[in-house]
């Protein structure tokens, strides 16, 4: 009863180094979200996707791409990464607009 | 713009005893969605509740339960004979019933149960 699963759990970047975080759900969900979470501002949504090979900005997409290739999956990739992008990286999915997402562990991503 | 304001950045309340957290949001929709999460130390968000704005009956699910006002704008969450296990923060988060996919969450509210 996997649900969403997320990876790593845990990453440190040097400023300036790339990376892609994974998300994969194995509920045959049709939209997927990132966000990201900082102290005191709650959760904020950086991409998402409502469908295999469709994407779209969130809120806070500056600095972060995404891809969408299979319905599984959606990957969060961090071109050049900046202090300002240290943070904890959810990832969630849901079956319809209107139905509750369901979020993975997180990420924890610390750029020094 | 949508937003939701969690104006409890901290709550404690006694095991057993009942804590109500509080919500408010703003929009010009009227067919929204409104949700409760939890998230305990281990990170993990977690659904407590879920309110469609269409509904006039306030949702509740075991302990849980939410008070929904919607002319106030208002969708307050009740954790009745609360548990050491309920001790986590608590995020309220609004969407939109339409195409907009956005979900707006709050600042979160952190709850301490005390033994």
């Known amino acids: 009863n996997a649900g969403v699963t997320q990876t790593p759990k845990f990453r440190v970047l040097k400023t300036g180094q790339s990376m892609t975080l994974l998300c994969a759900q194995d509920?045959?969900?049709?939209?997927m979200y990132w966000y990201r979470q900082d102290p005191g501002m709650g959760l904020r949504l950086i991409h998402y996707?409502?469908?295999?090979?469709?994407?779209a900005k969130g809120e806070v997409p500056d600095g972060y791409n995404v891809s969408r290739l299979k319905k599984q999956n959606f990957l969060l990739g961090l071109e050049s990464a900046a202090p300002s992008q240290t943070s904890v990286y959810f990832c969630?999915?849901?079956?319809?607009?209107?139905?509750?997402?369901?979020f993975g562990d997180g990420t924890r991503l610390s750029i020094l | 713009a949508q937003t939701v304001t969690q104006s409890q950045p901290e709550m404690s309340v006694q095991e057993a005893e009942t804590v109500t957290l509080s919500c408010t949001y703003d929009?010009?929709?009227?067919?929204?969605?409104l949700f409760w999460y939890k998230q305990p130390p281990s990170r993990q968000m977690i659904l407590v509740i879920r309110q469609e704005a269409y509904k006039q009956q306030n949702a509740t699910e075991n302990r849980f339960s939410v008070n929904f006002q919607k002319a106030a704008k208002s969708f307050s969450l009740k954790i009745s004979d609360s548990q050491l296990g309920d001790a986590a923060m608590y995020f309220c988060a609004y969407k939109d019933g339409g195409s907009n996919y956005k979900l707006t969450f709050g600042k979160g509210t952190l709850l301490t149960v005390n033994p």
């Open positions: 996707s409502v469908g295999e090979g469709t994407t």
């Open positions: 969630a999915s849901s079956s319809t607009v209107g139905r509750p997402q369901h």
């Open positions: 929009t010009s929709e009227s067919d929204y969605y």
């Open positions: 509920m045959n969900h049709e939209y």
